[in-house]
Structure formats: C-alpha cells, structure tokens
C-alpha cells in the first residue's frame, strides 16, 4: 500500500492533485518511474506501508463475537487474539470454499 499526503493542499504530481489528508493507493497503481517522480517531490511524503490485516485492528471481543456465529464461545475464551483471527480466517476460508462449490 502507497499512502501520499502532501505539505500543500493541490499539489499536482502523476495527474494527480494530492492533499494535505493521506490517500492510500494499491503498490501496483504507479509505474517505477511514477514512483521515483513522486518521492523525489519535497512538497509530497511518500510511504509504502505493508498490507494491513484487517483482523488485527479487530478486538479480541469483536473477534468473539464473529466467531459466535458458528462456534460455542466458551471454549474460545482461553484463546489468544492471534489463536482466534487463526480461526476465524480458516472459517472464512472454508466458507469460500464452499461456495465456490456450490457455483
């Protein structure tokens, strides 16, 4: 992920005008080149950040509460966060899984 904000409301750059407020763009949305012009710009702060898991901005009782859908949630309570997004995810994947199936 490419976030963009710039030191200056308008600023133009790749055809497009950037804003003080950070915009997030896919990595693939700018060529190598493109990139080079946009982080050599000092009115514009550039960041590659990597991809965000989404389930780690969720609690662990948001987490529970997803997973309450299909499974008891007494025996989760023990459970450490990244032992429930473990699986919720393989819940979710199953879940596509089946579907495809259906298709």
Do not use: W
């Not at 982080?39 to 969720?58: C, G, H, N």
């Not at 309450?68 to 966060?81: G, S």
């Amino acid at each position: 992920m490419i976030t963009i904000k710039s030191k200056r409301d308008g600023r133009r750059r790749c055809g497009i005008a950037h804003t003080k407020v950070p915009v997030e763009y896919p990595d693939d949305r700018f060529t190598a080149e493109e990139m080079k012009r946009l982080q050599a710009d000092k009115v514009l702060v550039v960041s590659i950040v990597a991809d965000r898991d989404p389930y780690d901005e969720m609690t662990k009782a948001q987490i529970l509460e997803k997973i309450a859908n299909f499974q008891p949630v007494d025996d989760l309570q023990k459970m450490k966060k990244a032992e429930l997004i473990e699986c919720l995810k393989k819940h979710e994947e199953q879940q596509a899984k089946d579907k495809a199936a259906e298709d």
